[in-house]
């Protein structure tokens, strides 16, 4: 980075920030979307807080899949941490207003998290491909050193690229119009308000999508694919049916963190699309958060009763 990046980077800094409208043309909705916010942020911490926390005390799930489970929770914890106690003070406050460090950070957390969201989530359906497919070797392939290891790994692959994108964004020079048309810091609607080429943004944009998304995306459809040919050929109806389990709480939390957050990042955008979009984005770093608990201590048979023991000593 050279002095005049250094001077470009520095009156930025100083600048006005932005304006989060949200939902600031329905004022009256304010109080009640702060009471149902809060209720959601709730839900979010003491759920995923309670899986994480059964999965270290619990000694029957001491397991690679549950391991990748706690890491899940406590990014879920932290995602949405990024957000919301921001909208929930301009909820109350009525005031969108964020400083331009404020949404630099804001983003910042935001596509950190997000990327290894991705990247956890195809981790854990290697291990329930190799539960399922190698069940001989699984000890073997995935001992605790190897998932310490690819934890480790994906946080210092993402973090520097993160870094590197969300200093691509700031260093645009801004419009006089500073009022974002999203209830957080986001890189699409950031860059809307650009009054710069933005191209090279939009291709460092969908290069890290197509690395950090969609590769492990792929990653997930090809293990399941596997999968479920192999459960398919199991002759028992309970074996069939207990494998099935123990993958339909991870295929759950994909679908809905992957559809909404594909659906909201890789379709044409307008200015007509701009409320479709918030709402999308709303989905994947919220109401998915809230479900990853449920889903999890609803549809898996260990965690369910291992919550129950921990609880009933409680």
């Not at 990046?5 to 989060?20: A, Q, S």
């Amino acid at each position: 980075m050279n002095h005049s990046d250094l001077r470009d980077l520095e009156n930025h800094t100083t600048g006005p920030g932005f304006i989060l409208l949200g939902l600031s043309d329905h004022p009256s909705l304010q109080g009640l979307c702060f009471t149902v916010f809060l209720v959601i942020y709730l839900m979010v911490l003491i759920g995923n807080s309670l899986i994480a926390l059964i999965t270290v005390v619990e000694s029957s799930l001491h397991s690679p899949m549950y391991f990748f489970l706690r890491n899940l929770s406590f990014l879920e914890i932290c995602y949405t941490s990024v957000t919301l106690p921001k909208m929930l003070v301009a909820f109350l406050m009525e005031d969108g207003r964020i400083s331009f460090l404020g949404c630099a950070a804001q983003l910042y957390f935001l596509v950190l998290l997000g990327s290894i969201e991705c990247l956890l989530l195809a981790a854990m359906a290697y291990d329930r491909y190799v539960t399922i497919c190698d069940p001989l070797h699984y000890t073997l392939i995935m001992n605790g050193e190897l998932c310490v290891r690819l934890l480790v790994g994906l946080w210092l692959v993402v973090v520097p690229v993160q870094v590197g994108q969300t200093y691509q964004v700031f260093t645009l020079p801004f419009c006089a119009s500073h009022d974002l048309r999203h209830f957080f810091c986001d890189v699409p609607p950031l860059l809307e308000l650009a009054c710069a080429d933005t191209f090279w943004n939009h291709v460092t944009l969908y290069t890290i999508i197509l690395v950090f998304a969609i590769l492990p995306f792929s990653l997930i459809v090809i293990s399941y694919t596997k999968i479920i040919r192999a459960i398919l050929k199991m002759p028992s109806v309970l074996g069939r049916h207990k494998a099935f389990s123990t993958c339909s709480s991870h295929l759950g939390v994909v679908i809905l963190f992957y559809g909404s957050a594909t659906v909201a990042y890789l379709k044409r955008r307008s200015r007509d699309s701009a409320d479709t979009d918030k709402y999308l984005a709303l989905f994947y770093t919220i109401v998915t958060p809230v479900f990853n608990p449920l889903i999890y201590s609803l549809r898996n048979k260990e965690v369910r009763i291992a919550l129950q023991r921990f609880l009933w000593r409680k």
